[in-house]
């Protein structure tokens, strides 16, 4: 079972103004090949399906509390969308066209299959597939496609992160970047110990080093490099047998923290009244309440 708290990893400024191509852009972070949804899907069923957990319990608890970071990841992503769409449009009677603007957006989806809010696609309006789930039940094959999964996601978040200027997801993808990165060398260690091979020095990684993006820096200040987390109350806390010793890019202590991280409040969207979202007026919401009223 998952249990859910309502709020976001790490606080994303709010913008008097979005910016609907870096919308379009961020998309692909979220349901792209590499993007957080394959991420999470990946490791979910991975864990779902793991054979032998008590055996390999470590093993077992490392992706299973990486996925329940994944989902934070997905939220996370999604609802940076949903704040670079703010202000791309504005009230008023349809026959002025208030949607205008996205005849001339590069993803007309966020305009037309949602209320101009995240996609479960790519930045191309592919729809996200289960196709790019591998689960092979192979333990170290499992892991080393996640490391090489990590890889290719770490590679997305550095271009879209160099093909906008926007704070809010410059935040986002700073803090992304720090974690996705500490994933990479938890899977590489898990690799390890499951073989003795440092994958690291077999295969060609882009550098973990984050210093050079300036929206990560406020997240490695705050050691968020060296932190797994396990997201359970007793369960998956045996992480601890494989997130040990030294961080390898920092020579910092790693640290295995019990729960779920501190979080930010969730934004709440504002009504859309020319996207029909979400569709209650001021008549039906009194209604609304008179009948959730009628039942205290």
């Not at 299973?64 to 992503?77: P, Q």
């Not at 940076?80 to 005849?103: E, F, W």
């Amino acid at each position: 079972m998952f249990k859910r708290v309502n709020k976001i990893l790490v606080e994303l400024p709010i913008p008097e103004h979005g910016d609907m191509n870096a919308a379009a852009a961020v998309q692909e972070l979220l349901g792209g090949k590499y993007g957080e949804m394959s991420t999470l899907n990946n490791y979910m069923f991975q864990s779902f399906n793991f054979r032998g957990k008590k055996k390999l319990k470590p093993f077992h608890d490392l992706v299973a509390s990486i996925t329940a970071e994944e989902f934070g990841h997905v939220e996370l992503v999604s609802t940076a969308i949903n704040l670079l769409s703010t202000g791309n449009t504005v009230p008023s009677g349809p026959d002025t066209a208030p949607l205008q603007n996205g005849k001339d957006a590069r993803y007309s989806l966020h305009f037309t299959s949602t209320a101009q809010t995240a996609y479960p696609g790519d930045s191309m309006g592919r729809p996200w597939t289960g196709e790019f789930v591998t689960n092979t039940g192979n333990l170290v094959a499992d892991l080393l496609f996640n490391f090489m999964l990590e890889i290719g996601a770490r590679t997305h978040k550095m271009r879209v992160y160099e093909m906008t200027t926007h704070p809010t997801a410059l935040t986002m993808i700073g803090y992304l970047l720090v974690r996705g990165g500490t994933h990479i060398i938890a899977y590489a260690k898990a690799i390890e110990m499951a073989t003795g091979v440092d994958v690291t020095k077999m295969l060609p990684v882009p550098s973990l080093d984050n210093s050079k993006f300036d929206y990560a820096k406020p997240f490695i200040e705050q050691g968020l490099f060296n932190v797994l987390y396990t997201w359970g109350e007793e369960d998956y806390r045996d992480i601890n047998q494989i997130w040990k010793g030294k961080n390898p890019e920092t020579g910092e202590q790693l640290k295995v923290i019990h729960g779920t991280p501190e979080g930010a409040p969730v934004p709440d969207l504002p009504e859309l009244p020319e996207e029909f979202a979400p569709g209650i007026d001021r008549d039906d919401y009194q209604r609304i309440l008179k009948r959730l009223q009628s039942n205290l």
